[in-house]
């Protein structure tokens, strides 16, 4: 059987702040939004927003710039894993330079997700055209590839990502960072 202790001290204001400070850090601990240097710092599950431009072989291909800014949870699995890691620690203002391999971005291009299909599978066979990309539906699964190359009586898709095999560069800006629920990520 265990015992109480009630300790009744004077409560000056510089225990009171100390006190106060000491919860609020563990509170955001728990909450999975930690705090550095006086400023919120994205953790697992933090609600982030943030700014992005992203450059692939030396062209820009997507930006948020001009836009709402990028919504997300992180660790929700809404962005692509090696930006994710690179996210962690940093505060609202601050900016970075993140560049993914191709193993954390979409993926390596695989020779496997290059398929011939029978060309009576299009119903418009006359205006396919080389690059294109089109859509589909197998079952309750929809799909989109490129056209890779039209022959005679076969077109060949590639159904890789259109960004596999790809570095991918991003400059990224931090707009905010709340606490999301702990020990969730998205």
């Known amino acids: 059987m265990g015992m109480s202790v009630i300790f009744h ?15 609020a850090a563990i509170l955001m601990l728990l909450s999975g939004c930690a705090k550095k240097d006086g400023g919120s710092v994205i953790a697992a599950g933090s609600k982030v927003k943030m700014h992005y431009t992203l450059t692939v072989d030396g062209a820009v291909v ?14 929700g699995g809404m962005i692509i894993p090696g930006l994710d890691k690179e996210l962690l620690g940093m505060k609202p203002g ?32 006359n205006k396919l055209i080389l690059g294109a990309v089109v859509g589909g539906q197998v079952g309750q699964r929809k799909f989109q590839a490129k056209i890779h190359k039209i022959g005679g009586e076969t077109v060949t898709l590639d159904f ?8 991918l560069n991003f400059d990224i800006e931090i707009v905010s960072v709340e606490a999301g629920e702990a020990g969730k990520a998205g």
């Open 9 to 23: 001290l004077p409560v000056t204001d510089t225990i009171m702040r100390k006190l106060t400070t000491a919860a």
């Open 62 to 75: 997507d930006s948020s710039q001009g836009k709402d800014p990028l919504a997300f949870a992180q660790g």
């Open 94 to 125: 601050e900016k970075k330079k993140v560049t993914v391999a191709p193993a954390d971005g979409y993926g390596e291009h695989r020779p496997d997700g290059i398929q011939e299909v029978p060309k009576k599978n299009f119903a418009d066979q």
């Open 160 to 167: 890789n990502h259109p960004l596999a095999g790809k570095t």
